[in-house]
Nanobody, 127 residues
Framework: QLQASGGGSVQAGGSLRLSCAVSGFSFDDYAIGWIRQAPGKEREGVSCISISDDYIYYRDSVKNRFTISIDNAKNTVYLQMDNLKPEDTAVYHC??????????????????????WGKGTLVTVSS
């Protein structure tokens, strides 16, 4: 029900756009976003959006570089990633949680409590 795509290998300073095709539930009822996991590290919430709550979250390290958006007609969530850095290297997963728990994306423990979890796409940034 969550299918991520768009990962790849880029040099530092480059850009990628991740896509997450959503099926089986409504954007109105869930906060949808991206969680990444680098090798040997814990998951961390990157960004999420909750349309019904007019809420958008970015972790500090990606603010002003990443932009999350939704195309309702295509049932797709996007993550535009600009000025990529080597520390952005990770597998990026699309995930969703009940809109009442949208803050889960910002919690180190919350990212393990998603209601929906998609297979990830690998982003590799070389210096």
């Amino acid at each position: 029900q969550l299918q991520a795509s768009g990962g790849g290998s880029v040099q530092a300073g480059g850009s990628l756009r991740l896509s997450c095709a959503v099926s089986g539930f409504s954007f109105d009822d869930y906060a949808i976003g991206w969680i990444r996991q680098a090798p040997g590290k814990e998951r961390e919430g990157v960004s999420c959006i909750s349309i019904s709550d007019d809420y958008i979250y970015y972790r500090d390290s990606v603010k002003n570089r990443f932009t999350i958006s939704i195309d309702n007609a295509k049932n797709t969530v996007y993550l535009q990633m600009d000025n990529l850095k080597p520390e952005d290297t990770a597998v990026y997963h699309c995930a969703a949680v009940d809109r009442g728990k949208h803050w889960y994306f910002s919690l180190s423990s919350g990212v393990y409590g998603m209601d929906y979890w998609g297979k990830g796409t690998l982003v590799t940034v070389s210096s």
